[in-house]
Structures are given as C-alpha cells and as structure tokens.
C-alpha cells in the first residue's frame, strides 16, 4: 500500500480513472433523465406562462385560469393522496401469504374508484379552462390537451420499451 501511495504514476492514473468514471455516470444520468422527459411539477407560474404564448390569453382570462388552476391543484392534492394511501394498502398485502381473492379484488376496485375521480377531476378542470376560452383558442387549447395526456406517466417509457 504504502508502494502505491508513493508512485506519482499510479496514483494519476487512480485520479483520472475517477474522473472518467464520474463525468461518466453524469451523462449517464443527464442522458437517461433526458430520455424519460422531464417528470418535475411545473409551477402554476410556468404553466400559466405557457398558456398566456400559446393560446394568447387576455388578463381576465389568466387571471381566471390562475384561479382554477389553483383550485385544480388542491383537489388533486387531496384525491392523489388517497389514491396514493390506496395503493401503499394494495401492495402490502404482499407481505401477507396467503391473500383471499376478495381482499385483492377489494383493494383493486378501491384503487380504481379513486382513479377515476382523479381522471374526472381532470376533465371538469379542462372543461372549465376550455369554456374561458374564445371560439378562436378552443382549438389551440384542444391540442395543447391531447399532448399533455400523451404525456403520461405510462406513455413516457422510450418506444423500444413500451408493449413489452
């Protein structure tokens, strides 16, 4: 040990084996969070922004939209940390051996009862912001909304990997 502590050689070649080996692991994770999108909540500001370019919103019409998106926003809030305690009690019957089929299905239906709240939730939110808009921006904002759906948790895994 002490041999190669003192061999200016071999201790720059463990120095740049580190540094390859980091700048590495680095473009490995930039590249790989690049390839899956960018999954961060994006702040109402950003996405108020965005519809303001967009769709070309008036002041009475972002500052209607800040307040459904709000509103949105605490529902989801709320309906997400149901579905969320919801799924935790699914799967830890996974620890229990053996499970009755009942329960399982119980659980399942219970899940699925919250994602569709959620998925109405949703779509009454969409509804609102489309009826703000004019004939004109409907449209526009009908697209925006096909995209943001494609945009799903499920619907975000690189092509090669989806259906398999």
């Known amino acids: ?69 709000r509103d949105n926003r605490d529902k989801l809030k709320v309906l997400g940390g149901d579905l969320r305690q919801s799924k935790k009690e699914y799967y830890s019957l996974l620890q229990r051996s053996p499970v009755p089929d009942s329960i399982v299905q119980a659980r399942n239906s219970s899940i699925a009862e919250k994602q569709s709240a959620l998925d109405r939730q949703m779509f009454s939110h969409f509804q609102q912001v489309r009826s703000l808009l004019t004939e004109k921006q409907q449209p526009v904002y009908d697209s925006m909304v096909m995209r943001m759906i494609s945009r799903s948790v499920w619907s975000r895994r690189p092509e090669s990997n989806q259906g398999k």
């Open 1 to 69: 040990m002490k041999r190669l502590m003192n061999n200016p050689r071999i201790l720059l070649r463990l120095v740049i084996l580190l540094l390859i080996s980091n700048i590495a692991l680095a473009a490995f994770h930039y590249y790989r969070s690049r390839s899956y999108g960018d999954r961060s909540p994006r702040s109402n500001e950003a996405i108020e922004a965005e519809m303001k370019k967009e769709l070309g919103l008036t002041e009475k019409q972002a500052a209607e939209f800040r307040l459904l998106l």
